[in-house]
């Protein structure tokens, strides 16, 4: 089988020659298309790829029209809200992710923005500390599970809402459970944004709920930028000047937030909460294998279509 991985962002090396070894073991071929600039070159690739691992890119009915034997896609990583599944469906294509593989990646980042808009994002002056600051995690999966382990290490304490994981499961691991994402809001110095980007969730993170946040309130999001509706986040910045917004995922207004909030806006230039090696490795080689076990014996385990 022709296995090809399209990564605009590419993996480190090292997890590209940790995937070719898993595929080519295998018995099957692997070509890579990497850093591409135009879709054209993706839609040439895919013509005779029957597998294709991605990242973030995109797989919609124009690049399933243009992959005839294409059986099989794996987002080595864990949101897949950047591929047509009902599409995929219908050209007979499993669609499956690696969830869990860059938890701790992402995970890291997020401390990493908290410590940055504590610290006034290093611009000099005094700023504030994590120990004993109340963090709300916005949804407790793998990401936002990860985040709680090291932030109890930071000595915050850690809230979580979560409408789909049961409250005993988060209360388990230490963390207060809220039955609500406006608790959350209200109750949190910090909150830290972990749900998927999907027709319910779109603009969710909108001025009544980050508006409930205490002074000083910080919000943090390595998830994506549909959840966040950008305008009235705008304008309730703009009336509290109190509130940050770190993210990895550059909204669509990030030069209106650059010029207008400056001092406590800061956006990664590409999204950087999954681009390390160990997670590059451990979502690669996921992948590579998934795409290994479903020729092989036909396993499924992570289908999410
Ligand atoms: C994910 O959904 O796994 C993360 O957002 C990472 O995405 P990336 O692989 O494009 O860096």
Known sequence: MNVLVATDKPFAKIATDGIRKEIEAAGHTLSLLEKYTEKAQLLAAVKTADAIIIRS???????????????IVVRAGAGYDNVDLAEA?????????????????????????????????????SGTELKGKKLGIHAYGNVGRNVARIAKGFGMEVYAYDAFCPKEVIEAEGVTAVTSAEELYQTCHIVSLHIPATAE????????????????????????????????????????PDLKYMTDVMPAANDTFSAKFSDRYFSTPKKMGAQTAEANINAGIAAARQIVGFFKDGITQFKVN
């Open 201 to 240: 969730t779109k603009h969710s993170i909108n001025r009544a709920l980050v508006g409930r946040l205490p002074k000083g309130g910080i919000l943090i999001n390595t998830a994506r930028k549909e959840v966040i509706d950008e305008d009235e986040l705008i304008g309730l910045m703009e009336e509290r």
């Open 57 to 71: 890119d995109l797989i919609d009915a124009e690049v399933l029209a243009a992959a005839p034997q294409l059986k």
């Open 89 to 125: 469906t219908a050209h007979n294509v499993c669609v499956m992710n690696t969830p869990g593989q860059n938890a701790n990646a992402v995970a890291e980042l997020a401390l990493g923005m908290m410590v940055m808009a504590a610290r006034n994002l290093y611009n000099g002056t």
